[in-house]
């Protein structure tokens, strides 16, 4: 998949070529609440393997159930069928031929042995001391031999085992360095480690065995998985495990995408990764998952590609000044402007551009006025709800309205009527009305026909049909939609209003046509 020659940056040693193992399959399915179907993993493992190339894929623990069995079975035969069967490895156990046979009916070849990694492991789990465990180990081996396994070997709880009992590291690595194993792979199982540690028990290992092919398994306890990955990399590793969206027991693992990003473009090495892709893994894993990602997550998130600030889409307009190499076009995204409070004319330009809508600086100042009150609402706008909101400023917003609400009061009560009480201007006068309704917006009309009958001498239009929407294509709940018909006469009107509001909305869509027969 690579080459693994060094190259040299001064004080630092790091492969050019880092490959990288996905153990979302495995790993990310022991996130509390989550568990993927045969057919989901077979799609999860296809588009890793295929679209996204990523080197390895963890699938499974064997002889964990059935179910499980089908998947792997799934799994191989595609990867079998595509050239790929190499590149699926299954968790094992050292249990004589147990994981071996499993993972061979299931149609795999390459076996990620799990063994101890710390004395405290040996002893007080397995009740062994580290001759028993290598014995253990090697009649494994034996076998795997003989049944023509690709060997990786785990050392679970290395981290502890370096920092307490590293003689019986060094005695487990001394015992098995000769051995088939193809990959030691050397997790934080409980995620302890800072890079400072990471750095130099990696380098260690590094050092006393230069020719191994090491990988680093990180966790992500104290939110270090990232960093404590990278400086194995800077330290020798050749490989590093990942998940996608950082899925895994308790914190979860190092996500597949913040370190391929980070190794790209701050160490300069090279994976086989489509970055093009990860976007779209990130997804169909949240969907199967039911792991919702964090819309700030780095990459994959729903917002990390959005301006908020205005200053920084009018800084975007003025040769990307607010632009960094994580561009999103770099993972199949693309920027985009927030709309609210602090959007700003530039961001509401942006998104209009985006439509192909053309409004006169005096319009955007309008538009953006009211964007600016839905914010303040703490309302979240999109770009779907931004046509609705410009034909309503441009459309029934003129300054020559004749009839004005000027300020209003609805209120409603267990067991009791709706009450309005209004204030409304018409023809530069101030009338004012009270009065109780089957519903708020139906107590605040019998106010205004009030004040249509007793001051005015008016015949109020009747309310032919009412209807409430949320806009089409809209992602949101900021707006929501009334359109009303009324029928003055033999005349038949219809208006609409638009606000975050049902009440605020209807009431919108009323003056309007207050409007239109005056």
């Given at each position: 998949?690579?080459?693994?020659?060094?190259?040299?940056?001064?004080?630092?040693?790091?492969?050019?070529?880092?490959?990288?193992?996905?153990?979302?399959?495995?790993?990310?399915?022991?996130?509390?609440?989550?568990?993927?179907?045969?057919?989901?993993?077979?799609?999860?493992?296809?588009?890793?393997?295929?679209?996204?190339?990523?080197?390895?894929?963890?699938?499974?623990?064997?002889?964990?159930?059935?179910?499980?069995?089908?998947?792997?079975?799934?799994?191989?035969?595609?990867?079998?069928?595509?050239?790929?069967?190499?590149?699926?490895?299954?968790?094992?156990?050292?249990?004589?031929?147990?994981?071996?046979?499993?993972?061979?009916?299931?149609?795999?070849?390459?076996?990620?042995?799990?063994?101890?990694?710390?004395?405290?492991?040996?002893?007080?789990?397995?009740?062994?001391?580290?001759?028993?465990?290598?014995?253990?180990?090697?009649?494994?081996?034996?076998?795997?031999?003989?049944?023509?396994?690709?060997?990786?070997?785990?050392?679970?709880?290395?981290?502890?085992?370096?920092?307490?009992?590293?003689?019986?590291?060094?005695?487990?690595?001394?015992?098995?360095?000769?051995?088939?194993?193809?990959?030691?792979?050397?997790?934080?199982?409980?995620?302890?480690?800072?890079?400072?540690?990471?750095?130099?028990?990696?380098?260690?290992?590094?050092?006393?065995?230069?020719?191994?092919?090491?990988?680093?398994?990180?966790?992500?306890?104290?939110?270090?998985?990232?960093?404590?990955?990278?400086?194995?990399?800077?330290?020798?590793?050749?490989?590093?495990?990942?998940?996608?969206?950082?899925?895994?027991?308790?914190?979860?693992?190092?996500?597949?995408?913040?370190?391929?990003?980070?190794l790209k473009d701050h160490f300069e090495a090279k994976t086989n990764i489509d970055e093009s892709r990860l976007n779209d893994i990130s997804k169909l894993v949240e969907?199967?998952?039911?792991?919702?990602?964090?819309?700030?997550?780095?990459?994959?998130?729903?917002?990390?590609?959005?301006?908020?600030?205005?200053?920084?889409?009018?800084?975007?307009?003025?040769?990307?000044?607010?632009?960094?190499?994580?561009?999103?076009?770099?993972?199949?995204?693309?920027?985009?402007?927030?709309?609210?409070?602090?959007?700003?004319?530039?961001?509401?330009?942006?998104?209009?551009?985006?439509?192909?809508?053309?409004?006169?600086?005096?319009?955007?100042?309008?538009?953006?006025?009211?964007?600016?009150?839905?914010?303040?609402?703490?309302?979240?706008?999109?770009?779907?709800?931004?046509?609705?909101?410009?034909?309503?400023?441009?459309?029934?917003?003129?300054?020559?309205?004749?009839?004005?609400?000027?300020?209003?009061?609805?209120?409603?009560?267990?067991?009791?009527?709706?009450?309005?009480?209004?204030?409304?201007?018409?023809?530069?006068?101030?009338?004012?009305?009270?009065?109780?309704?089957?519903?708020?917006?139906?107590?605040?009309?019998?106010?205004?026909?009030?004040?249509?009958?007793?001051?005015?001498?008016?015949?109020?239009?009747?309310?032919?049909?009412?209807?409430?929407?949320?806009?089409?294509?809209?992602?949101?709940?900021?707006?929501?939609?009334?359109?009303?018909?009324?029928?003055?006469?033999?005349?038949?009107?219809?208006?609409?209003?638009?606000?975050?509001?049902?009440?605020?909305?209807?009431?919108?869509?009323?003056?309007?046509?207050?409007?239109?027969?005056?």
């Open positions: 998949m690579g080459s693994s020659e060094q190259v040299s940056f001064g004080y630092r040693s790091i492969s050019p070529f880092i490959e990288i193992m996905d153990s979302t399959l495995r790993d990310g399915e022991q996130t509390n609440g989550v568990s993927f179907l045969p057919h989901e993993k077979l799609m999860i493992a296809r588009m890793l393997l295929r679209d996204i190339n990523i080197d390895r894929i963890e699938v499974a623990s064997a002889r964990v159930s059935e179910g499980e069995k089908d998947a792997v079975r799934m799994i191989c035969r595609y990867a079998e069928s595509n050239g790929m069967r190499d590149r699926v490895e299954v968790l094992g156990f050292v249990d004589g031929r147990l994981s071996i046979d499993w993972i061979n009916d299931c149609g795999g070849r390459v076996i990620n042995l799990l063994a101890k990694g710390s004395l405290k492991h040996c002893k007080q789990q397995l009740h062994k001391t580290p001759e028993e465990h290598i014995g253990d180990i090697m009649r494994v081996l034996d076998y795997a031999d003989k049944c023509h396994f690709d060997v990786n070997l785990y050392l679970e709880d290395w981290s502890n085992g370096m920092k307490d009992s590293p003689e019986y590291v060094y005695k487990i690595m001394d015992s098995l360095e000769k051995s088939s194993i193809k990959r030691f792979m050397l997790p934080d199982t409980l995620g302890i480690m800072n890079p400072l540690q990471v750095i130099e028990y990696f380098r260690k290992m590094v050092r006393r065995y230069p020719d191994i092919h090491f990988d680093f398994h990180a966790h992500n306890d104290y939110d270090m998985a990232v960093s404590n990955s990278l400086a194995a990399v800077f330290s020798g590793a050749r490989g590093l495990h990942v998940t996608v969206n950082g899925l895994g027991e308790r914190c979860g693992n190092a996500p597949l995408s913040s370190v391929q990003v980070i969907g199967y998952s039911g792991i919702a990602v964090a819309p700030n997550q780095p990459i994959v998130g729903e917002n990390v590609f959005t301006q908020v600030a205005g200053v920084h889409a009018d800084g975007d307009n003025k040769d990307n000044l607010y632009c960094n190499d994580l561009v999103p076009e770099r993972f199949g995204r693309k920027r985009e402007y927030a709309l609210g409070k602090n959007s700003g004319r530039a961001n509401i330009a942006k998104n209009l551009e985006e439509l192909g809508l053309e409004l006169t600086p005096e319009q955007t100042k309008r538009v953006t006025q009211r964007i600016t009150e839905l914010g303040d609402k703490k309302e979240l706008v999109t770009q779907e709800d931004l046509p609705y909101i410009v034909s309503d400023v441009l459309k029934h917003d003129a300054p020559e309205d004749k009839v004005r609400l000027v300020s209003y009061m609805v209120s409603t009560s267990y067991g009791l009527k709706p009450i309005a009480s209004i204030k409304v201007n018409i023809n530069g006068t101030d009338y004012a009305a009270d009065s109780t309704g089957d519903g708020q917006y139906d107590a605040f009309v019998k106010a205004l026909r009030l004040i249509y009958k007793n001051h005015l001498g008016k015949t109020f239009p009747v309310l032919d049909d009412y209807a409430v929407s949320i806009p089409r294509g809209g992602r949101t709940d900021a707006l929501v939609q009334t359109i009303i018909t009324w029928r003055n006469g033999d005349k038949i009107i219809r208006t609409r209003g638009l606000d975050a509001d049902q009440t605020e909305a209807a009431i919108k869509a009323t003056f309007k046509m207050l409007n239109i027969i005056d």
